[in-house]
């Protein structure tokens, strides 16, 4: 164990906090992830920035909120030039690799501006979040080409499974009775086995990568961060056997869900309920067909969690790896009458977040459950801590979480944001909402949910009172719901209208700004007396460049 541990930041995509043994879930045991608790924190109360792979996760890689760094939606790139996490290891001499994905698409039309080669050292790092990709996989679609940043589907073809787009029918399709290829993306294929065997798996594929750089990275010696992020069990929703067959409808939750919230008269809301993939999961045989799939897919995932783990503790990595678990987003399925992410109910934009640290001043708060309001912008500054990076406040934005995990006094924080732009979207076509009004951001503060919604009456949930977010207090005409509506209003000015753009202001700058006349810059002094008088020196102890 040295001062300077490593840190592992495993990230699964679309997995709602709930979906797990040691957060309550009934029927789908996760004891590898459990374990992990077990010698951690758990987080109950951990958010995302955005309900949304693509800002979510750049807000997790840059420490930043999606207003600061500008990447609203996926496929919006993060602009040249945005602080990343991996800067900051860098500057520190550790190493910042991915093994999986990160949503990331590159500013092509700014490096070309600054004339920098993508290919060059540092146009692949800027192409890459600020990572050294060890191994990319944003993962396909059905017509996807086959795409050079990932290995993947070299591998599948290597291990025998030849076709134009081995990601697409064999790792997300499966084969029915008569023995055709049925592709996963159809949600009545879900209950099928994945055509491809469960070690050949993309889950399994990466968890061994993540091995393969950890042997790789002792070799090498300098500390690094390892952003192991799996694809799954985002959808396509199909899981390899025996996954495919360990849940049924009997394992299915009830939806979470009233009549008030099918008929609301919130004109965005209506909106959403009636894009198509909401109507798709508001249906009970939809939700029955794909949860135990969704279920599969996270019994998997904990299955080569525990894997891993035990491959680390034989090869000693344990005692000096940090090891975060956690998620870009949940997923609705069917809760609310709605499906996929996308809106602020806290099975979408509520993540697991467990944190294993191995130094002795964690042992007093291993297996404690914190109800501290964190969001994911925190992790970047704490592993920059860790790794031996000084704080940058005026770059993060995120809080350092080492007070709670040692045990400290030192960490608080108000409320929690995240935003979303739907300009993209269903909701935004069948209302007319043009791109700079189809936006909304969300508020808490532990009790009280607030969102704004840009030209319609904002929603409030009072989770105290109502912890299932089914009745909007947004419309109430109750003093006290009057109240903490102003009062969250302001509250989201107030932070709206912080710096956040100033990622130059360095203490040396700053420092500098407020010693004006130390420096020679003299701007209202009437004489050589005042000056003095003033600032406490001599005038004539000024250099010749400061006099007028």
Known sequence: MTDRPNVLWIMADQLRFDYLSCYGHPHLHTPHIDALAGRGMRFSNAYVQSPVCGPSRMSAYTGRYVRSHGSTWNGMPLRIGEPTLGDHLREAGARAVLVGKTHMVADAEGMAWLGIDPQSEIGVRVSECGFEPFERDDGLHPDSPRQNWSAYDDYLVAQGFRSDNPWEDFANSGVDPDGDLMSGWLLKNSRL?????????????MTNRAMDFMRQAEADGRPWMCHLSYIKPHWPYIVPAPYHAMFGNRHVLPPVRSLAERETDHPLMQAYLDARVCKSFSRDPVRDHVIPAYMGLIKQLDDNLGRLFAWMDDTGLTENTIIAFTSDHGDYLGDHWMGDKDFYHDMAVKVPLIIADPRSAADGTRGIVSDALVEMIDLA?????????????????????????????????????SQHDYHWSEMARALGQPQEQAHTTMIFDGRWKYIRCETFRPILFDLHADPQELVDLGASDLPEHQEVRTRMDKALLDWAT???????????????QSKAAEIGILIGFWDEDEYEWTTGQSFDSLTPVGRP
């Open 193 to 205: 086995a994945a055509n491809v065997p469960e070690e050949h798996s993309e889950t399994a594929y």
């Open 498 to 512: 912080r710096h956040h753009t100033r990622i130059t202001a360095t203490p040396d700058v700053l420092a500098g």
């Open 381 to 417: 500054p704490t592993f920059m801590s860790a790794l031996g990076c000084p704080p940058k406040p005026h770059v993060v934005e995120g809080r350092d979480l080492t007070p709670l995990l040692h045990g400290q006094k030192g960490f608080s924080r108000s409320h929690v944001i």
